[in-house]
């Protein structure tokens, strides 16, 4: 199984930081690897798809790059919407597997 | 407007059964995998199960591999797990979440879940 590890597991930052989450797999996955945000109780978001495509309608903030093992997920200027989790997951190879979050919070 | 209604979670006991189902509705269900994602209380996601359009080829995580079965029934655009021999790892959050994709570096598509239900509860206590 391909294992995501992301990093950090928590970080507290400001409205209008920069903030980058990087994950990882334990094999190439091309750029099989989605990012999704989950607010508390609510379903998960899609964000990013094929590693760097901005799913419709998520503003413009939030990127996406890399290809392989490593990747990033970058949000540009923080907001008070934004804070939440962040997962990534691969769909390069069943099973499916999910990175396991990083919640971000308000300094 | 894609739509997810899970229903069927519950309480149950270790061992016991539960099948989850998951009407959909606003897209051509038997032209997209489906799959079932879940979320124990205060963890993260793990995929579960998937299936494709036609329900001829099924994937299963190793956690619940000879357990649960994913099924579909395309004439009533509802999705199923069938899930035994319950262990209280298996409590969770249940979504359902239907596929979608995109060309793909390796010449398969790249999938990804921009859909997703409410999520159905379930509790395996002793």
């Known amino acids: 199984d391909i294992q995501m590890t992301q990093s950090p597991s928590s970080l507290s930052a400001s409205v209008g930081d920069r903030v980058t989450i990087t994950c990882r797999a334990s094999q190439s996955i091309s750029n099989y690897l989605n990012w999704y945000q989950q607010k508390p109780g609510k379903a998960p978001k899609l964000l990013i798809y094929a590693a760097s495509s901005l799913q419709s309608g998520v503003p413009s903030r939030f990127s996406g790059s890399g290809s392989g093992t490593d990747f990033t997920l970058t949000i540009s200027s923080l907001q008070p919407e934004d804070f939440a989790s962040y997962y990534c997951?691969?769909?390069?190879?069943?099973?499916?597997?999910f990175g396991q979050g990083t919640k971000v919070e308000i300094k | 407007e894609v739509q997810l209604l899970e229903s069927g979670g519950g309480l149950v006991q270790p061992g016991g059964s539960l099948r989850l189902s998951c009407a959909a509705s606003g897209f051509t269900f038997n032209s997209y995998a489906m799959s079932w994602v879940r979320q124990a209380p205060g963890k993260g996601l793990e995929w579960v199960s998937a299936i494709v359009g036609s329900g001829g080829r099924t994937y299963y995580a190793d956690s619940v591999k000879g357990r649960f079965t994913i099924s579909r029934d395309n004439s009533k655009n509802t999705l199923y797990l069938q899930m035994n021999s319950l262990r209280a790892e298996d409590t969770a959050l249940y979504y359902c979440a239907k596929h979608d994709g995109v060309s793909g570096r390796s010449g398969y598509p790249a999938e990804y879940f921009q859909h997703w239900g409410q999520g159905t509860l379930v509790t395996v206590f002793s």
């Open positions: 997951q691969q769909s390069y190879s069943t099973p499916w597997t």
